[in-house]
């Protein structure tokens, strides 16, 4: 297994645009996490994912933004009529944790996201 | 929700010194970990430590759960050393502190 992997690495759009990320977990790993951070700050929590079940969304996860995980496998965050402040690095992590053992969480390169 | 917070938020040092980075959280929790952040941005685990002592190399890392803390230790720093360290804590989903931004220097 190659770890985590995210697509694509950079994107650069326009204000307005709607963008696509993709993110591939360690294939055993039941649990996908999405985190954004921006210049300084450490990670923020955005949503995760169960297998194919969306479990919790932050509040910093506005109405243009929408995650999916089909198959319980590989997941999409998609950003509508972005903005500048959507600006930021976003990371993709993945665990295997059972009800009782909250395992350790490992992260991709993550997408860096530029809106001008 | 869980409070996070690092200390120091900067540090220099030169080649060959040791480092003390230190982890207070809010409330009791089922993971903590740290981690280093390479220039390019991935993050890298350094240590899966919800409590006790883990070694690995020339770092260490304690976790007193009871106290609610963490510190990770860096002995015999080198310049590759170098980059923003974050501590991250939870019960699934992981809430960051601000980071440690170590400089050394050679």
């Known amino acids: 297994d190659t770890g985590v992997s995210q697509n694509p690495r950079h994107k650069i759009t326009k204000r307005g645009q709607n963008v696509t990320f993709r993110c591939d977990p360690i294939?055993?790993?039941?649990?996908l996490y999405w985190y954004r951070q921006t210049l300084g700050q450490g990670p923020e929590f955005l949503t995760y994912f169960q297998n194919e079940a969306q479990l919790e969304k932050s509040r910093l996860l506005s109405d243009r933004f929408s995650a999916e995980r089909p198959k319980g496998s590989f997941s999409t965050l998609e950003i509508q009529r972005t903005e500048q402040g959507d600006s930021a690095m976003y990371l993709c992590?993945?665990?295997?944790?059972?009800?009782?053992?909250?395992?350790?969480?490992?992260f991709g390169q993550g997408t860096r996201l530029t809106v001008v | 929700g869980i409070q996070v917070e690092q200390s120091p938020p900067d540090l220099i040092l030169q080649e060959g010194a040791n480092s003390t980075l230190r982890c207070n959280f809010s409330d009791s929790v089922n993971n903590l970990q740290w981690f280093h952040q390479n220039p390019w941005g991935q993050l890298i685990n350094l240590f899966y430590i919800p409590s006790g002592t883990k070694q690995n190399g020339r770092l260490s890392a304690t976790t007193v759960a009871t106290e609610r803390y963490s510190l990770l230790y860096i002995s015999s720093s080198q310049t590759t050393d170098s980059g923003v360290y974050f501590c991250a804590v939870g019960g699934g989903k992981l809430i960051f502190g601000q980071g440690t931004e170590l400089s050394v220097k050679p």
């Open positions: 992590a993945s665990s295997w944790d059972s009800r009782n053992n909250n395992a350790e969480a490992f």
């Open positions: 294939s055993e790993h039941n649990r």
